[in-house]
């Protein structure tokens, strides 16, 4: 079974510019999460869907993050504009079910982010 | 809010030492609790999960036993290989609660031959 994967795995940009990053999920998977993790902390959730609808997104900055989830299947995290804050590796992560207290997250391998 | 700390690292062992890594958690309800594993270059793996009161998971060799009356979820190993040097997290999940994993700061673990 093919595991969550994410691309790019790093990106350099400059503050104020935009970027995006793309997560392919664990194939059947309903739920998909995007974390934030920030060098020396635990992954915070960003937001997170179940098929295309998004169940919580309420650590989402939503001045300059934006994401989506078309047809329930990948799903592209945006950051317009960048700040230096924002510099973390972002996670995608999947599970099988509707979220419940059981269930497994797969994690990807993250993208690295570094604004200059 | 639900919050998860953990010991503070980074952590030396020498090969076949015993590792515990300490991890208390806050919860409003009955959460999962969870570890998982970084190592260098890669992304989170589930080592281990317990669901309920005095569950034990295990994996690896890596056990931890989830304790409500202490709100703990140590985890331990017997005996380390340098293979184990990565960062390790605590993390729990509430049900109500969309599903989220709330994770401590994490825990480097390097171990010497």
């Known amino acids: 079974e093919a595991g969550v994967a994410q691309s790019p795995r790093y990106k350099i940009i400059e503050k104020r510019q935009s970027v995006a990053f793309w997560c392919n999920p664990i194939s059947g998977h309903a739920t998909l999460y995007w974390y934030q993790q920030i060098l020396g902390q635990g992954p915070k959730l960003l937001i997170q869907f179940q098929n295309n609808g998004v169940v919580d997104d309420s650590q989402l900055p939503k001045d300059r993050f934006s994401a989506e989830r078309l047809k329930g299947v990948d799903s592209t995290l945006k950051i317009q504009p960048a700040k230096l804050e924002d510099s973390a590796v972002y996670l995608c992560a999947s599970s099988s079910h509707p979220s419940g207290r059981l269930e497994t997250q797969y994690f990807g391998p993250g993208t690295r982010l570094l604004v200059l | 809010g639900d919050s998860v700390t953990q010991m503070e690292g980074p952590v030396t062992l020498s090969e076949e030492a015993f590792l515990t890594i300490n991890c208390t958690y806050t919860?409003?309800?009955?959460?999962?609790l969870f570890w998982y594993v970084q190592y260098p270059g890669e992304g989170l793996q589930l080592l281990l999960k317990a669901t309920k009161a005095d569950d034990k998971g295990s994996n690896k060799g890596f056990e931890a036993t989830y304790r409500k009356e202490t709100t703990s979820f140590h985890l331990e190993k017997g005996s380390v290989q340098v293979s184990d040097s990565a960062v390790y997290f605590c993390a729990l999940r509430e049900g109500n609660q969309g599903g989220k994993l709330i994770f401590g700061q994490g825990t480097e673990l390097s171990v010497k031959p």
């Open positions: 919860a409003t309800g009955y959460p999962s």
